[in-house]
Structures are given as structure tokens and as C-alpha cells.
T-cell receptor, first 114, second 115 residues
Framework: AQSVTQLDSHVSVSEGTPVLLRCNYS??????LFWYVQHPNKGLQLLLKYTSAATLVKGINGFEAEFKKSETSFHLTKPSAHMSDAAEYFC????????????FGAGTRLFVKA | DGGITQSPKYLFRKEGQNVTLSCEQNLNHDAMYWYRQDPGQGLRLIYY???????QKGDIAEGYSVSREKKESFPLTVTSAQKNPTAFYLCASRGQALISYNEQFFGPGTRLTVL
């Protein structure tokens, strides 16, 4: 069975400090992993994705994530938070089990303090 | 300008009424999806379609219906049988349905409120 766990429902940081949003996954198949961002009352926008190439993935807006198979993790980081980063972030696992299956994490709300 | 459009952005419905949410894409994607999002929760899959004239139930299909008569369009009908329809509804599409590393592209969403 496949699952994804976002370890924090809320994260609060000060502007200019690093961001860490944690995601663990479980999969019997080789997964593709994604991070999406959602601003209030908007759709989801892709930040980055891992597709079994480089384990360190760089995305838009200065975000990056590292795939660690031994730890079954795919944490999202950013060196310096901006006010505009305040949003909800979703970690997503996708596998092809003979049929396509996508599992969304519950989301992490990021607050950025001035 | 390619993308996914959903209309309307806000929708109000009286109890007992059916209502249809529109989703159109001009990305030439094969697969389309409908999700429901409630406050503090992740996305839950309602229906999906991997090809025209075919669709499958997701995890919470009861009280909803869809059609896929054209590749570009995947409308969702919220019927009176849906007991708690107030939510934010998101439509998404993917290029090739069975390639797992293809990301989903999302529309801007429709917020449905039942009065």
C-alpha cells in the first residue's frame, strides 16, 4: 500500500530564516514524488518533482527537496523565507501499479512572520 | 495561453438542487480529475477519466456524477444525494494517464456553498 505523511500541520518561520517542511512516504513501488503549493482560494501549483533521476531536486521560487530512499523522506526546504511563501504545501506520491495511483498528504500550512 | 479553467469561481445552491461545475482544458491532456477539498484536509478524489467516454469512481463518488464526451471537458454534477456538498472543488489534468512522473495541472477551483 502507498501512503504519504506530512509530519507538521503548521510551520511558522520568520522572514529570512530557513524553511523545512517534512514529508515521509511509504510505497511498494518506485514512486514519483511531488510538492505543490496552494495559496488561499487558488488551485495547486507544482513546485518540484522527483522522478528517479537526481535525488536533489530544485524547483521554483528557491525551493528544493531531497529524495532519501533509506529514510523514505522527501523534505522540502528553502534557505530564506519570504512573506509570499505563506501558503499550504502538499506532498504527493504517484505510482504505477498497473493502474495509476496518486496519494496526497494532508498539507502543511506555512506561516511567515515579518 | 494553455491551462485549465473552472467556472464559476463561487457557486451557491439551495438544498435539494443539482448543480454542475465546469472544467475545461486546452493542454491536450488525456486524463482529467475532480477533487474535493475541505478545510484542514488534503484533497480527496471524486472521479477521474483517463480517456474520452470513460471515467472511474474515486474515493468519494457518492452523490456526484461526471461525463467525458470531449477530451477538453470534464463537468462534475453535484446531486441532491450528496449530503454535505459545501466544499472547494478542484479539477486537474495530466498528459499521459499511466506515466506516474507526469504531474497534474490544476484549475483555480470552484467554491460551492449550499444555503
Amino acid at each position: 500500500a502507498q501512503s504519504v505523511t506530512q509530519l507538521d500541520s503548521h510551520v511558522s518561520v520568520s522572514e529570512g530564516t530557513p524553511v523545512l517542511l517534512r514529508c515521509n512516504y511509504s510505497s511498494s513501488y518506485s514512486p514519483s514524488l511531488f510538492w505543490y503549493v496552494q495559496h488561499p482560494n487558488k488551485g495547486l501549483q507544482l513546485l518540484l518533482k522527483y522522478t528517479s533521476a537526481a535525488t536533489l531536486v530544485k524547483g521554483i521560487n528557491g525551493f528544493e527537496a531531497e529524495f532519501k530512499k533509506s529514510e523514505t523522506s522527501f523534505h522540502l526546504t528553502k534557505p530564506s523565507a519570504h512573506m509570499s511563501d505563506a501558503a499550504e504545501y502538499f506532498c504527493v506520491v504517484s505510482v504505477n501499479t498497473g493502474g495509476f495511483k496518486t496519494i496526497f498528504g494532508a498539507g502543511t500550512r506555512l506561516f511567515v512572520k515579518a | 495561453d494553455g491551462g485549465i479553467t473552472q467556472s464559476p469561481k463561487y457557486l451557491f445552491r439551495k438544498e435539494g438542487q443539482n448543480v454542475t461545475l465546469s472544467c475545461e482544458q486546452n493542454l491536450n491532456h488525456d486524463a482529467m480529475y475532480w477533487y474535493r477539498q475541505d478545510p484542514g484536509q488534503g484533497l480527496r478524489l471524486i472521479y477521474y477519466s483517463q480517456i474520452v467516454n470513460d471515467f472511474q469512481k474515486g474515493d468519494i463518488a457518492e452523490g456526484y456524477s461526471v461525463s467525458r464526451e470531449k477530451k477538453e471537458s470534464f463537468p462534475l454534477t453535484v446531486t441532491s444525494a450528496q449530503k454535505n456538498p459545501t466544499a472547494f472543488y478542484l479539477c486537474a489534468s495530466r498528459g499521459q494517464a499511466l506515466i506516474s512522473y507526469n504531474e497534474q495541472f490544476f484549475g483555480p477551483g470552484t467554491r460551492l456553498t449550499v444555503l
